[in-house]
């Protein structure tokens, strides 16, 4: 009897009954176990009473967590119940999901380290496939986040941004709660009809209480805004509009190099054998040009001695690569000043992009001129893009953890158990849903 007891708070199990001990062929061990009166004839699906439908003879095992280096297995007889909701089914356990192999605790410690380790380091560590990962954790999700709505109460300023998870334009779509830092939605593709899937699930006071929205400059992310939340300002990620510049500034690179690739193919081949004297030396400007993308993206603060030197060299061989470098940096510094300053210097990079002559730089003035009341309410507001790229880290670490998970939704709920206000903990600390935030 005694040892019964010990053996109940050992495999940590509630309303269960513990009949005997035995050692299998491959010396795992089977605890033979049964549901309390209280917990018997009970539907799998809802946990409903209902009437026994037969006497069943089917016996199952349930992995539970290891005790020291032997697999354990909880085993029962399982019969079925008529449930007047879902009819015929097997009955419920307390010890198990309706549709799972395994027990509660194991699953939690399962989904715990797949959160801390790759899927492979899982599989070995907990000596399960590496096809089950996934579906534990998918089920610990739905077994922890009781309200999901919930997260979207109070909400006041929003982020969405997109992600790539697989090469091929596979995309999922980020909702984050600027003032917490934490993901509160996700969902696979992207663009207006995935954005509005997540403002229909939205009652008309939490669509009220949005006051600001932040994205890229997608024509999609306002067209929903204006739907959804008319009384909303729309506000770009700084990260987004800094990057418009370097990508306009690595197509001017581009064509630089190829001007001068050409003009240095033109000039008249050196003969072979030892140079003369007066021989001029060949021209490096494409060479220079083209080694000098790294020194080009970064901000001047930041650059390496030999990154400067390599600068200074491009603004005397080429004096219009360096103003479109020269167009970057004002507009990255924009972002550094309130709305006043902020504003002045704007229009500043606007009106010097229009006459810069660099068709790059011209066709990005438009595209702020299209955008111009999207960033100064990002100024006006202070918009930090810090949190949200932090964010945005933690989704690429944990897509490349997830590699291999043939199910998105798989994916979707290790993101969501990372990344959101729900927490997984280790069987010793409790079960269940706990918000950090």
Known sequence: MLTKKIL???LNVKHTAIDNVTFSSDDSIIVRVHPTKS???????????APRYDAGSRIRRWRTCDMNTHKTYLESEVYRV???VHGVVACAVPWARHDSAFTYEFEHMTAWVALHCSRKVTAE??????NTVGPIISRVRQDVDFDPKSRFDGLVNIGVDETSYKKGHKY???????????VIWVYEGHGKGVFSLFFKQLTKEQRASIQLVSGDGAKWVQSCIAEYCPDAERCIDPFHVVQWAMEALDKARAAAWNDA???TSSETKRKPGRPSKDTPKPDTTAKDIKSGKFALGKAPENLTEKQRAKLELIAKKDNRLYRAYLLKEELRLVFHHGLDAGKEQLDHFIKWAQHCRIPEFVELQRKIRRHYDAILATLKHKLSNARIEAVNNKIKLTIRMAYGFGNINNMIDMIMLRCSDIKVNLPWKGLFLTHTC
């Not at 560590?125 to 590496?130: A, E, P, S, V």
């Open 125 to 130: 560590f907990m000596r399960i496939l590496w």
């Open 172 to 182: 999922i779509t980020v909702i984050v709660n600027h003032d917490t830092g934490k």
């Open 8 to 10: 109940k708070k050992a």
């Open 261 to 263: 690739r050409k003009k």
């Open 82 to 84: 008529n449930c007047p």
């Open 39 to 49: 917990e018997q004839c009970r539907c799998g699906k809802c946990g409903r009473k």
